[in-house]
Every structure is written in structure tokens, then in C-alpha cells.
């Protein structure tokens, strides 16, 4: 199984509070990339990098940021939460170079009260 | 802008029945994914399709890929109990950097 970590699996917060989720990785793949999965709307992609301090903006970016200072670290903040962010939050990633196949965390469970 | 449709949405299905599950893309792109999901828990790669003409088969599962026409099937054959699970077909969308762009998904179903 590919070495990726996500903290916090779960977390309940409450609506304006900033929330951090981190996604580390041991396979030194270049890309990071952080979805979001809501019933009726499979996964969305929220942000991804393609390096160190290398970041873009993906279909549902609007009320997220994102950091990546180590190749391994990928963090995804939600400066003021919002009830609208209650989801499952996945980071994956992958090595475009070879199969490009991607590999996903286990998740984090985020609820927005 | 790639988008990515997955039919059916919904497919409930009797053991021992065959049946086809759609990813149509709205894009060029040679590479596309097939992941399940298991309920509460994270999506596990089932194939990787590279080029026109793909096929791969695991088990009852065969997976294909015509990228003039833009779609990708997963075939179940002689469905079991044990394929229930969600299915999503991914493909990427390369403009200078990659992106992954999901399907709805397709909750399967078999009824024993």
C-alpha cells in the first residue's frame, strides 16, 4: 500500500472556526492533490500541487488553501468554516511519470456544526 | 473544461447477471482509472487504462477504453454479492499540469 497519512481521520468543529487537515506522504510522488466526496457529486477536486510551493486551483476551490513547503507534507486549511464543508476530505497522489495511477489516503471525516 | 459522466448512477442487479457500466469524457485524454469504493471506506484502484484499445480483466470485472469515442466501459460478468460497491472512472486532463476528474459514481448493487 502506498505511505499516505491523513490527520485528522475525524474532527467536529463549529461554523467559522479555521481548520487544518494534513496529508503526508513516504512515496516521494510529485504530485498531491486534495477532493472533497458528497453524496450525489462523487469526488471534486478542491486543490493540487505539482511541487514544492507549486499549487493550483481545482473545480471546487472557493473557501480552501492549501500549502506545500516539504515534498511529503500537502496541508489543506479551511480558514472559517462553514457548514457547507461537512464532508469526506481524501488526498491522493501520484507519479503522472509512470502509470499516473492515483493512490488515495484513507480520508478525513470533517463536520462543520 | 473536462467533464466526466458515469451511467448508471444506481444499478441494482441479481447475482449471476452481466451488465455495463459507462464513463463518457468530454475531452482528449488517453488515460483513465477505475476505482472502487466500499462503503466508509477510501477508493482502491481496479484498473489503469493507457492508451486506445485498452482492455484489462480481473476476475468478473473487464475494463476498456476507446478514446476516439471518448468512453470507457467496466463489464461485470456473472455478478456476486461481494462486487456491491460504489464505481468511479477517473481521467486525466493534462494543460501544462495533471488533473484527475472523477465521475458521479455508480453504486452497484447485487441481490443474492
Known amino acids: 500500500d502506498a505511505g499516505i497519512t491523513q490527520s485528522p481521520r475525524h474532527k467536529v468543529t463549529e461554523t467559522g472556526t479555521p481548520v487544518t487537515l494534513r496529508c503526508h506522504q513516504t512515496?516521494?510522488?510529485?504530485?498531491m492533490y486534495w477532493y472533497r466526496q458528497d453524496p450525489g457529486h462523487g469526488l471534486r477536486l478542491i486543490h493540487y500541487?505539482?511541487?514544492?510551493?507549486?499549487?493550483d486551483k481545482g473545480e471546487v476551490s472557493d473557501g480552501y488553501s492549501v500549502s506545500r513547503s516539504k515534498t511529503e507534507d500537502f496541508l489543506l486549511t479551511l480558514e472559517s468554516a462553514t457548514s457547507s464543508q461537512t464532508s469526506v476530505y481524501f488526498c491522493?497522489?501520484?507519479?503522472?511519470?509512470?502509470?499516473?495511477?492515483?493512490?488515495f489516503g484513507e480520508g478525513s471525516r470533517l463536520t462543520v456544526l | 473544461e473536462l467533464k466526466v459522466e458515469q451511467n448508471p448512477l444506481f444499478l441494482s442487479m441479481q447475482e449471476g447477471k452481466n451488465y455495463t457500466i459507462y464513463c463518457n469524457y468530454s475531452?482528449?485524454?488517453?488515460?483513465l482509472y477505475w476505482y472502487r469504493q466500499d462503503p466508509g471506506k477510501s477508493l482502491e484502484s481496479l484498473f489503469v487504462?493507457?492508451?486506445?484499445?485498452a482492455v484489462k480483466q480481473e476476475g468478473r470485472l473487464m475494463a476498456s477504453l476507446d478514446t476516439k469515442a471518448r468512453l470507457s466501459t467496466l463489464h461485470i460478468t456473472a455478478a456476486v454479492h461481494d462486487l456491491s460497491a460504489t464505481y468511479f472512472c477517473?481521467?486525466?486532463?493534462?494543460?501544462?499540469?495533471?488533473?484527475?476528474?472523477f465521475g458521479t459514481g455508480t453504486r452497484l448493487k447485487v441481490l443474492a
Open positions: 477517473a481521467v486525466v486532463s493534462f494543460s501544462g499540469t495533471y488533473k484527475y476528474i
Open positions: 500541487s505539482y511541487g514544492v510551493k507549486d499549487t
Open positions: 475531452t482528449t485524454s488517453d488515460r
Open positions: 487504462l493507457l492508451s486506445n484499445g
Open positions: 512515496e516521494n510522488h510529485r504530485y
Open positions: 491522493a497522489i501520484s507519479d503522472p511519470g509512470g502509470t499516473g495511477e492515483l493512490f
